[in-house]
């Protein structure tokens, strides 16, 4: 079945610093989504990406899917208290499925 | 807006006991429903999906089953827990390939 590597594992950061998690398929994908679950909570939808070489933003999120649609990313800029938890990207799978990838669990020293 | 509700909250259950988890949807109709379970610092594995009451679909062959017995209630059962079933159980509903919304979830610890 179609999986997703996504990668760091973990990141730990100063507070201000930047943060990027990337998200790779050995497949094209239709769609990808991106959630983030803050400590003891659940996942919150951020964001849906379609078209290929697609960037969206959020204040200091800043989204990508990249030209062949098999990669995306999630910059976070001047990261803030507020920023930790785990992001996970999900890419559409079928029949009304989306897989999450393993996630990329934020940490800050403030 | 949909709202998902999920009970209890955290639930402590002997090995060998049996399990129901119930979700109840608000605010949408012929949704997509799912369970996931996560276990501690780890990603969401999927377990069930339903497109519609009475279709469910397994993802992972375990001791847990799920019901869809109304349009809006998803529940998941087990027989029988095992150690290996403790983790977090979290609902989520969906339209087709849009974002998912997901229920507080329920934490589950077999001893």
């Known amino acids: 079945g179609q999986q997703v590597m996504q990668i760091p594992q973990y990141q730990h950061v100063q507070e201000g610093e930047d943060f990027t998690t990337y998200c790779n398929s050995s497949t094209t994908l239709s769609n990808i989504q991106w959630y983030k679950q803050r400590p003891g909570g659940h996942p919150v939808f951020l964001i ?52 999450f990838g393993s996630g990329t669990r934020l940490s800050i020293r403030p | 807006s ?14 060998g006991s049996p399990l129901s988890l119930e979700c109840t949807v608000e605010g949408t109709s012929n949704p997509n429903l799912y369970w996931y379970r996560q276990a501690a610092g780890r990603g969401l594995q999927l377990l069930f999906y339903s497109v519609g009451i009475g279709q469910i679909s397994s993802e992972v062959p375990q001791n847990l089953s799920a019901s869809r017995p109304q349009d809006r209630q998803f529940i998941l059962s087990s027989k029988k827990l095992l150690l290996s079933d403790s983790g977090f159980y979290l609902c989520a509903c969906g339209q087709g390939d849009y974002e998912q919304y997901f229920g507080p979830g329920t934490r589950l610890t077999v001893t």
């Open chain 1, 48 to 99: 849906q990406l379609v078209k290929s070489g697609e960037v969206k933003k959020q204040k200091r999120l800043t989204f990508q899917f990249g030209e062949a649609k098999k990669n995306s990313s999630l910059h976070i800029t001047a990261t803030q208290t507020t920023d930790v938890g785990t992001y996970f990207c999900a890419p559409y799978s079928s029949a009304s499925k989306i897989i």
């Open chain 2, 2 to 15: 949909q709202t998902i509700h999920q009970w209890p909250a955290t639930l402590v259950q002997p090995v």
